[in-house]
Nanobody, 115 residues
């Protein structure tokens, strides 16, 4: 069974940085499009960024220039480097993998941006 395990969330002040990581348990990682989503209280889950197996990258407009998604195929891990964090970035961040017409989710990690 494919498992996605996120880490790296926490509390940070506005303007600060955090790096999220998502480790994938199976070999699907090399062929999967990986993504990060987030869900703030009272809001729908939204796409933050994706990176394909060929390293094609997409960012939501709200995070362009501040967030960087990357992947390490040797470690079956995808990262989300978040800089210049704002209070509106506060949410539960979920890792997502899409491979062979199936979608997998991690359990989520809380990111709170507050002074």
């Amino acid at each position: 069974q494919v498992q996605l395990v996120e880490s790296g969330g926490g509390l940070v002040q506005p303007g600060g940085s955090l790096r999220l990581a998502c480790a994938v348990s199976e070999s699907i990682f090399s062929i999967a499009t990986m993504g990060w989503y987030r869900q703030a209280p009272g809001k729908e889950r939204e796409l933050v960024a994706t990176i394909s197996s060929g390293a094609h990258i997409y960012y939501a407009d709200s995070v362009k220039g501040r967030f960087t998604i990357s992947r390490d195929n040797g470690k079956n891990t995808v990262y989300l480097q978040m800089n210049s964090l704002k209070p509106e970035d506060t949410a539960v961040y979920y890792c997502n993998a899409v491979a062979m017409l199936k979608r997998y989710w991690g359990q989520g990690t809380q990111v709170t941006v507050s002074s």
